[in-house]
């Protein structure tokens, strides 16, 4: 995998784990669930800033700041947007302070809200971090298997296995008088 490739799948992952957290999170505390239409566009939004954001190499800086991009952008749009409830007043839980007021939503999320977002935010970034490491133990592994297993199977190599096809009936097709073709010299 080639470290762009790599950096693409971080920031994906980055952005979709932030954002399901920050909607579980927001719904537990006892706000409206966003639509997951809504979470999908803002998981697509925050993948190529998040794919940025993480860097070449794993770091918790860059994992950090892909999650809290990630994490504002589903703000805003959760802000602007709402709850996926009907009749439901979008986002009222939120601070006076406004820069844009939208329905009853605000931008700008006051004190607690913004602590709330850095709880999620550190949970996500050490379940990311840790997930990563987790995972490149488990292939480092399976590699150190591989070859044992494949010395195993060295005996099956011998062995010719082809392809069996099953056998299909074939249903006769009735026969057209012009289908049937003459031998010989083409008539004149």
Known sequence: MTTRQLRVLRGGAAASVAVIASAAAHTLAGGGAPSAWLMVAAVLLAWPLAAVAVGRRLTVWGMSLAVLVSQALFH?????????????????????????PMGGATLVPD??????????ALVTVIALHRGERMLRA??????RLLPAAAADLAPLEAVSLRLIRPAVARVPQPVHSTDIFRR?????
């Open 76 to 100: 805003v749009a959760f802000a602007l947007v709402g709850t996926a409830a009907p009749g439901a007043v979008a986002h009222l839980h939120h601070g006076a302070l406004s820069s844009m």
């Open 111 to 120: 004190a607690q809200m913004t602590a709330h977002h850095l709880v999620a």
């Open 138 to 143: 488990i292939a480092r592994g399976i590699v």
């Open 184 to 188: 010989g010299p083409p008539e004149r």
